[in-house]
């Protein structure tokens, strides 16, 4: 079992220069509803969450226009017999849908500078004594508040309404009690929000965010009119992204590197084995190399594993590490002016060109990063057909 | 990767070779760093230069910003120029054909 967040940066994917086409996308009730909102931002992220919930139905139900069903509470879910559940929630730039087999609910925050004691009267004595000892309280005030507002969604209630009941939590043990019921949540501090999901089994949780790749995925399931064999390619690409972490686990036995850029050599001499040395080749080992650096200067982890396995025609490089959240595929390349040029951020840039796509996972407290790469020339392949 | 340095009349030339990627880039930058300062002119011939990471090209920016432009890149492979070209480098920089 298990649960998976899809994470959409309005921002960074641009989304608000599609709204006007993402919005006739939609069906024309969830049109109705998007258009009640009057800023174009509120617009955007209720658009967004929508296309995201028809998605995921169409990826795991089949069809994306299963009809919705909402609460006496207004939590909305999917009308008919299927296990499938979600929660959708959104802050500043992000929407994020959960979905799993059992109710959920999943709240995401973003960390404002706030006058925290004047809200703090919703929390627990505990939670209340915390804060009051906390030097930084901001942090533990979005953890506990997210907390419970992903518990009040799962419950299916509007409003994180909580002294007055027996709720006791266990942050430690990420574990809530309440009224004879036992939930598990988790919580991450992602860069400026928190986020947390809460259900009585959450299981393997999987948190992706969405690339721009991922984003046409989202569209494309949205597109009314589909030829079989486009079905057919979305469905392939489904597989291949969505299920790949079960699927395309790797065969070949994880190498452990030093998390230092002498590693560069080991990975070298992997690739080249796996691989033979190829003009391709050397441009995934350049990929490789960044990655790495990247790893090595900003990531502070301490373990870094590295597996490479050809795999129908692409070569298939995997790192994992165990340092701060960080998803390369959420950076986009701009082109820069030569004076900063050097700045940064244009290891990644090469990365995103070499690289046929790139999957970002956190897993286990772990950034699993998958990427492929072509490794023949494709120019006779062309030519010949 | 190694780098050697000749004079050519007022022109340092900076012989590379080998794999510049990112640990060893600061081989590079040592050279740079041993430059006269009365250097006006220089050089990289990069015909046995095999690899560059972006770390490479970072020194490579360096160099240009460090010789306020006067540096030419010379007997370039198709390998590296298509990662020059990657980072918009190849329009920017100033390379002998």
Redesign the interface.
């Given at each position: 079992m298990t649960t998976e967040l899809w994470i959409a940066d309005t921002e960074q994917l641009a989304l608000d220069s599609q709204l006007e086409w993402m919005l006739a996308l939609l069906p024309e009730p969830d049109q109705a509803k998007a258009l009640r909102f009057r800023k174009r931002e509120d617009r955007l992220r209720c658009v967004a969450g929508r296309l995201m919930i028809h998605a995921l139905a169409a990826a795991r139900l089949g069809q994306a226009d299963v009809p919705l069903q909402v609460s006496a509470y207004g939590k909305p879910s999917f009308a008919g017999e299927n296990a499938l559940q979600f929660s959708l929630s959104h802050a500043g730039k992000l929407v994020v849908l959960a979905s799993g087999d059992h109710p959920l609910g999943v709240d995401v925050e973003e960390n404002r500078p706030l006058v925290w004691r004047e809200l703090a009267s919703v929390f627990g004595a505990e939670e209340q004594r915390l804060l009051e000892a906390d030097e930084d309280p901001a942090g533990l005030f979005y953890r506990f508040w997210t907390v419970r507002e992903a518990f009040s969604k799962e419950e299916g209630r509007g409003l994180p309404i909580f002294e007055s009941r027996d709720v006791s939590i266990d942050y430690g043990s990420e574990i809530i009690r309440c009224q004879g019921r036992t939930l598990r949540f988790q919580t991450w501090e992602l860069p400026g929000y928190m986020l947390s999901v809460c259900a009585s089994r959450l299981g393997e949780v999987r948190l992706c965010c969405l690339s721009s790749e991922d984003w046409n995925r989202v569209l494309s399931y949205n597109e009314g009119s589909r030829s079989p064999k486009r079905e057919e390619e979305l469905e392939k690409r489904r597989k291949e992204t969505m299920g790949y972490s079960d699927e395309m686990m790797p065969a070949e036995p994880a190498l452990t590197l030093p998390v230092t850029l002498d590693a560069f050599d080991k990975i070298r001499m992997t690739v080249l084995t796996v691989a033979g040395d190829t003009p391709e080749t050397r441009r995934a080992l350049l990929a490789c190399d960044e990655m790495l650096a990247n790893i090595v200067n900003y990531s502070k982890a301490e373990s870094l594993l590295f597996t490479c396995e050809r795999l129908e025609g692409q070569l298939r490089v995997q790192f994992s590490d165990d340092g701060v959240f960080f998803d390369p595929t959420a950076y986009y390349a701009e082109e820069k002016e030569f004076e900063s040029l050097d700045s940064g951020g244009m290891g990644l840039g090469m990365i995103a060109q070499i690289a046929s796509a790139m999957f970002y996972e956190r897993k286990n407290g772990r950034n699993v990063n998958t990427f492929f790469f072509p490794l023949q020339n494709d120019t006779a392949h062309l030519t010949s057909s | 990767m190694t780098v050697e340095k000749k004079m050519e009349g007022s022109t340092a030339v900076l012989y590379l070779e080998g794999w510049m990627?990112?640990?060893n880039a600061p081989v590079l930058a040592q050279a740079l760093n041993e430059l006269d300062d009365g250097t006006k002119q220089l050089a990289f011939d990069m015909s046995k230069l095999e690899?560059t990471?972006?770390?490479g090209?970072?020194q490579i920016?360096?160099a240009h910003k460090q010789m306020n432009g006067a540096l030419t890149l010379r007997n370039v492979t198709p390998?590296i120029v298509?990662?020059l070209h990657?980072?918009?480098?190849d329009k920017?920089l100033h390379i002998e054909q």
């Open positions: - | 990627d990112t640990a690899y990471s972006s770390a090209i970072r920016i360096s390998e298509s990662v990657m980072t918009g480098l920017k």
